[in-house]
């Protein structure tokens, strides 16, 4: 992150967001209480994308059983454009909620098209994230040649 960047650090509620550098997110979820947590999230990754050009993102949901559906209604609408987004201990029913917020979110907003997978521990996300970024790198390595 940028020399001006939000603090380290960020707390929503129960959630928990950190920065770090230069282009990865922690987010850690716990339980969903309201929708205002979750805009307000969301609305700081989407600052953070914009600011830096591209956001790779690891969610920890395992502090999270269950996501009342006013949150999942409005999940779909405050995706942000993530360069990729790793999810970390859901368990089957989360990651079946979680399956349909993401293809509800790519069929309201095509544009919103990015990898997403599904990791039982962190350094399993952190490694496939760091592939996506060494290949967006390399895409733009590639562009900047021509």
Known sequence: MSP?????VLRFGDHCVRFV???LVIAEFKTFTNTEDVVALTDVLRAAKKREGQLFTLVDLSGVTTVPQRV???GARIVPDYDALAFVGAGFGLRVITEMVMRATKAL???LSFPYAFFDDH???L???QTHRRAREATTE???LR
């Open 21 to 23: 550098a230069p282009d």
């Open 123 to 125: 350094a399993a996300a």
């Open 142 to 144: 590639a562009t900047d």
């Open 109 to 111: 907003s095509p544009k």
């Open 72 to 74: 999942r209604m409005t």
């Open 127 to 129: 490694a496939w994230l």
């Open 4 to 8: 001006d960047s939000p603090p380290t």
